[in-house]
C-alpha cells in the first residue's frame, strides 16, 4: 500500500518546516576541523609569513638595546667605508715598473710616491751588484704618478732620467711616471 | 619607555653613529699634525660630497707631511688641487675617470685652458690621460703652452698612448740637445703624425 503522493509530499515539507536547533558552537568547530585539515605546505607558510610580516605590532627596547643596534649599524658603515677606501689600486691593467737611481755613497734609499702613501718604509730601494745602483720594482695601474728618492731618510733626489715635476706649494722636487693603457 | 620615544632615542642614536662615520678621518692623515689634520679632512669630504676623486688629496697631503711642510702650506695645496680637479671636471665632463681628472688638473696646472681639455675630449675616444700628462709634462719642459697644445691635439685623434709618450720623449731629448722647445714640438710632432698614419694604413690580416 502506498500513500498518495500529495500526502507524503505534504508530510514532508511539514517536516522540513521545523524549527531546529543548532549549537552555536557548532561554526567554530567547523572552522577549527577546516583549519585542521592538510593544507600545500608552500601556500600555508607563505601566507602565514605574509600575516606575520602585514600584521603591526609593538616593540619594547631597553635603551642598552638601543645603544647596541646603534652601534652595530655604525659597525657596518665604519667597516664598509674602509673597504672602499683602500688606497691599494686593482690589480688588473696593472704593469711592473722598475725604479732605478745611481747613488754610490747612499747607504739606505727609499722610493716615496703617490703609489705607496709617501711612506718611506713601504718601498725600500735594494741595492744592485754594482754597489751604486739602487732599484725597486712596483706594480702600476695607469695614471699620472709623481715620486722621488728619498736618500738617506733625508736627502730628496728627483729621478734624473724622468720628468721633472714642478711644485710651486711644497719646493723639493719630485718626478713624473706616465702610465698607458693596454695600447702603450 | 613609550615605544615612540624608543624609535626617536634609536634613530637619533643612528644618525648620530652615521654621521661619525661620515666623518671617520682617513687613518692615513694621521700623519698629519692635529691641527692640520680636521681640516684636510674637510677639505676631502667637500670633494667627496661634490663626487670629486679623494685619493689625489689624501696623497697630496701625504706627500706635503713626507716632505715636512708646514701645515698652512699642505692646506693650501690640497684646496688648490681640489679647485684644478673641479675645473677639470667642469672642461672633461662629469663621466671622466680619477685617472683623467688627476691629468687634467695637472695641465690646468701647468697652464693649459679649459677650452684645450675640452677640445681634446672631442679629439680622443681612448682615455686622456696620457694625452693630458704628456701636454703637462711638455710645458714643465719648457715647451710653450701653445705649442704643446696644438702638438698635444694634432696627435691626439689618432697616436696612441705609447706614441705619445715616445714622442714627449723625443722632443725632450731634443730640448736637452739644444733644440728650442717649440721648433722641436712642432717637428716631433709632424713626425709622430706621419708615423701614426702610416700605421693605420697598413693592411691587416686577413
Do not use: C
Not at chain 1, 76 to 91: A, Q
Not at chain 1, 152 to 178: I, K, N, Q
Not at chain 2, 20 to 46: F, G
Amino acid at each position: 500500500m502506498f500513500e498518495p503522493m500529495d500526502d507524503a509530499i505534504e508530510r514532508i515539507a511539514r517536516h522540513l518546516r521545523r524549527p531546529v536547533h543548532i549549537d552555536p558552537a557548532l561554526d567554530g568547530r567547523v572552522m577549527r576541523e577546516i583549519t585542521a585539515l592538510p593544507a600545500r605546505a608552500g601556500a600555508r607558510s607563505l601566507g602565514a609569513a605574509w600575516r606575520w610580516v602585514r600584521r603591526p605590532r609593538q616593540f619594547t627596547l631597553t635603551p642598552l638595546g638601543g645603544l647596541a643596534a646603534a652601534a652595530a649599524l655604525a659597525t657596518v658603515v665604519v667597516l664598509s667605508r674602509m673597504d672602499s677606501g683602500s688606497s691599494v689600486p686593482p690589480p688588473a691593467e696593472s704593469r711592473v715598473f722598475q725604479f732605478v737611481l745611481v747613488a754610490p755613497r747612499a747607504t739606505q734609499v727609499s722610493l716615496v710616491g703617490d703609489f705607496n702613501d709617501w711612506d718611506a718604509t713601504r718601498t725600500p730601494m735594494r741595492r744592485a751588484r754594482s754597489e751604486a745602483l739602487w732599484t725597486a720594482v712596483v706594480p702600476l695601474t695607469p695614471g699620472r704618478y709623481h715620486y722621488a728618492f728619498l736618500v738617506d731618510g733625508s736627502r730628496w733626489m728627483a729621478d734624473p732620467t724622468a720628468p721633472v715635476a714642478r711644485d710651486e706649494d711644497y719646493g723639493t722636487p719630485s718626478s713624473v711616471l706616465t702610465v698607458g693603457g693596454g695600447g702603450s | 619607555m613609550t615605544l615612540a620615544v624608543t624609535s626617536t632615542a634609536l634613530l637619533a642614536a643612528m644618525l648620530v653613529a652615521a654621521r661619525a662615520a661620515a666623518q671617520q678621518i682617513d687613518p692615513r692623515l694621521e700623519r698629519l699634525d692635529a691641527t692640520t689634520r680636521p681640516i684636510v679632512a674637510t677639505l676631502v669630504d667637500s670633494a667627496r660630497g661634490a663626487a670629486l676623486p679623494t685619493e689625489p688629496l689624501v696623497q697630496r697631503a701625504l706627500e706635503g707631511a713626507t716632505k715636512r711642510a708646514a701645515g698652512e702650506v699642505i692646506v693650501a695645496a690640497v684646496r688648490r688641487l681640489a679647485v684644478d680637479l673641479g675645473h677639470a671636471r667642469d672642461a672633461l665632463g662629469s663621466t671622466t675617470s680619477p685617472a683623467e681628472l688627476i691629468a687634467g688638473a695637472a695641465a690646468l696646472r701647468a697652464g693649459a685652458s679649459p677650452t684645450i681639455l675640452t677640445e681634446l675630449r672631442h679629439t680622443r675616444r681612448e682615455p686622456l690621460t696620457v694625452p693630458l700628462a704628456v701636454l703637462a709634462d711638455l710645458v714643465a719642459s719648457g715647451v710653450p703652452v701653445d705649442s704643446a697644445a696644438a702638438a698635444v691635439l694634432a696627435l691626439a685623434a689618432r697616436a696612441r698612448d705609447a706614441d705619445l709618450v715616445e714622442f714627449r720623449r723625443a722632443v725632450e731629448r731634443n730640448i736637452a740637445l739644444g733644440a728650442p722647445p717649440a721648433a722641436a714640438t712642432a717637428a716631433m710632432a709632424a713626425s709622430v703624425q706621419v708615423n701614426a698614419g702610416a700605421r693605420q694604413q697598413r693592411p691587416g690580416r686577413p
